[in-house]
């Protein structure tokens, strides 16, 4: 063998050597992610328990180790911390911070990105978070809230977004008939809708006294939307009247974080044929081969959601029992009915990335021409890939498992108003706590508080402070 013959086989091996180092190194780099679940269970225990300043400790010390990637979803967390100690402008800043970022990974995801193609290669706990459906309906919620909570500026603004993006989320729902590929269909269009958006136009039209009809629209949606909210029908009759208040009366509006929000967990879920006609559609359009009829079953991430006793939150004016919140947002049950709809979905694309890994072990192998040892290295670190491979449970953990509101009509002035959590039969569950309100005449007044447990946790905030 000459001397340029010599050096060009050294090139070669050199060159194998490095595909297969390449590909392994993707593939055990993409199976070893820790789970985010893991190091959000103590921060919501501690919030759950009371300990807002123990859960913000715990969310702080994992926020100097996570990812980058992971920042987003740390920070949507920290919103409802700040919400819960009343610093309003804080969670507000949070807020609109994800909300960008979100905005900027949807317009991403209409294109080929690369980091859309290597979530194949490793998982999706290697890529930007991009929030669930309903969390990025949330959002919206959130910054609405707080909006009202501050100078209520551009609350209406965030009321119709949040409208607006679950139209926007079903619209891009669209997808191709797996068993007709000239065929569209949408699961999305099967998402429950929340009316919280139209109801937060409805009050805010009815205080401005201008547009009374667009007040009662907005309320015909939430009557719609949610039959069973009866404040709704009362709302809506007095909009078409065009009575915001009594003359020397104003409006108290109580919102109420109310329970624990869902989580997510990582269960192995077997691949149902409707999730491997999805992923055999996906990797049939950039290959000549078709999805194996049968795999092993695969890690998703699932929403669990826990439900505590607390059915509604009491409100006593002045030592006198005046209302109780009524539902408008239910959480837990959107993400539960958004998981179910799309669920095949998420499976396939668990099993393509089961494949596309599959499939680079032995693409390494052939172009690397390995031997026998290094063919085995090769499958032992698939084996090694399957066993530690991990779902995504990256999810705004600290979200209430309910939004509710109740209205109250009283005298201008100062009141002293008492919360506490209540069951169905209205038996008080834990220890009252009170808050001072101005009344403005015909105005709107706003107060927020957080139940998760049976006890109130953090401060009552109020719009008149």
Not at 207 to 231: D, H, I, S
Request: with cysteine; aromatic share 8%.
């Amino acid at each position: 063998m000459g001397i340029r013959q010599y050096i060009t086989a050294c090139h070669m091996k050199k060159i194998r050597f490095f595909c297969v180092g390449f590909w392994l190194t993707l593939i055990l780099w993409g199976g070893c992610a820790s789970q985010y679940s893991e190091h959000l269970q103590p921060v919501r225990n501690s919030f759950y328990e009371g300990e807002v300043t123990a859960a913000r400790e715990k969310l702080n010390q994992r926020v100097k180790k996570a990812p980058e990637k992971e920042k987003d979803v740390l920070m949507l967390n920290d919103a409802i911390l700040e919400m819960t100690d009343g610093n309003i402008q804080k969670a507000q800043s949070n807020l609109l911070t994800v909300r960008d970022h979100f905005e900027e990974l949807e317009a991403a995801a209409l294109k080929k990105s690369t980091e859309n193609v290597l979530q194949y290669w490793t998982d999706d706990n290697m890529t930007s978070y991009p929030g669930e459906d309903y969390e990025k309906v949330m959002l919206l919620s959130m910054l609405a809230i707080s909006e009202l909570l501050m100078d209520g500026t551009d609350a209406q603004a965030y009321a119709y977004q949040i409208s607006a993006k679950q139209d926007e989320i079903v619209k891009r729902g669209e997808i191709t008939d797996p068993n007709d590929s000239n065929r569209k269909i949408n699961p999305k269009l099967n998402y429950p809708r929340i009316p919280l958006g139209p109801y937060l136009q409805g009050i805010l039209w009815e205080e401005t006294y201008t547009n009374q009809e667009e007040a009662a629209r907005c309320y015909e949606k939430v009557v719609q939307w949610l039959p069973g909210f009866k404040q709704g029908k009362i709302d809506l009759e007095r909009a078409e009247k065009g009575v915001h208040s009594q003359p020397g009366h104003g409006v108290i509006y109580v919102f109420a974080f109310v329970g624990r929000g869902p989580c997510k967990e990582q269960v192995d879920s077997p691949a149902t044929q409707f999730s491997l006609l999805i992923a055999d559609q996906i990797f049939s359009a950039c290959s000549k081969y078709s999805v194996p009829p049968t795999l092993a079953p695969v890690p998703i991430p699932a929403i669990v959601t826990e439900e505590t006793g607390i059915h509604a939150v009491c409100v006593d004016v002045d030592g006198c029992n005046e209302a109780k919140t009524e539902t408008i947002a239910d959480i837990n049950k959107m993400a539960r009915d958004q998981f179910e709809i799309i669920k095949d979905q998420i499976i396939a694309r668990a099993v393509m990335r089961r494949i596309v890994k599959k499939g680079t072990i032995y693409m390494a192998k052939e172009i690397g021409q390995v031997n026998n040892w290094i063919s085995l290295a090769a499958d032992v670190g698939g084996v090694v890939y399957e066993a530690s491979e991990t779902a995504d449970t990256r999810c705004w953990g600290l979200l209430p498992a309910r939004i509710q509101v109740a209205r109250i009509e009283l005298p201008i002035g100062q009141h002293e108003l008492s919360l506490y959590a209540c069951n169905a039969t209205d038996r008080r569950l834990g220890m009252k706590s009170k808050v001072k309100v101005n009344v403005l005449n015909n105005r709107n007044t706003y107060v927020l508080a957080n139940f998760p447990s049976n006890n109130i946790i953090g401060k009552i905030v109020a719009s008149s402070d």
